[in-house]
């Protein structure tokens, strides 16, 4: 609770026809959120089996998030602290710390947020798969480039980009739709799932909230 300032608030346009949106993000509150409040929430961190980051409050309180993380894993008591996803939403208006992208252990970013962090536009496949295997290779684990209506592509260390298409639906409102796809995901990392298998399973259930 921030007595000085307004909840975060996000208004929303959508496009009749398509069910594509366009919003405008006004941070409020959550541009309060600082390093010492997070490090208040260390306890929830360190028993949680994975950990959402994204660009919604400030760089230095994720930062704080991921390092409580760290901290976790770096004691020899658990078996595992929780996995990092960010999801560098929503576009930054700022170069963003490279330690922000170090400090992932996984990045789920859409086709804007893609073109980004790797300079080149994502509108085709191909240009998904590249900036995916560019993506991956700079955070240094697996990387997923969200396409909308074209589903999603996955990159791994290692291995070619895999694509996996969405299920053909009438789209009446796409809010919402990333938000679904990386709490679906993280819920099927948590339960133990295998990253491809989970990205198969996610891209099938999702696409259905976007449609009507």
């Known amino acids: 609770r921030d007595d000085e ?14 069910g594509l949106n366009t919003m405008a993000y006004v941070p409020g509150a959550n541009g309060r959120l600082s390093p010492a409040d997070v490090r208040a929430a260390a306890g ?3 028993a949680a089996d994975l950990l959402i980051c994204q660009l919604e409050v400030p760089y230095e309180a ?3 998030a991921m390092a409580v993380a760290r901290e ?5 008591a658990r078996s595992r602290g929780p996995l990092v996803l960010l999801n560098p939403a ?3 208006p700022t170069p ?6 170090a400090g992932a252990d996984l990045l789920v970013a859409n086709e804007e947020e893609a ?4 300079g080149e536009p994502v509108e085709t496949e191909a240009a998904a798969m590249t900036a995916a295997r560019r993506l991956s ?10 396409l909308g209506a074209r589903g999603a592509v996955l990159a791994e260390p290692g291995r070619d980009p895999r694509a996996y298409p969405a299920p053909a639906v009438r789209a009446v409102d796409t809010t919402g739709a990333g938000d679904a796809f990386v709490g679906c995901l993280a819920t099927l990392l948590a339960e133990g799932r295998p990253l491809p298998e989970a990205v198969e399973r996610d891209r099938k259930s999702t696409r259905l909230n976007s449609s009507h």
């Open 137 to 146: 290779e700079r955070i240094g684990g697996p990387a997923i480039v969200t």
């Open 44 to 46: 929830a961190i360190a």
């Open 5 to 18: 300032a307004a909840s975060g608030v996000t208004s929303i346009w959508v496009e009749a026809a398509s």
């Open 115 to 118: 073109a980004h962090f790797t």
């Open 96 to 101: 963003v710390p490279e330690a922000l992208l």
């Open 72 to 76: 976790v894993r770096a004691d020899g």
């Open 90 to 92: 929503p576009v930054p």
């Open 62 to 64: 994720t930062l704080e």
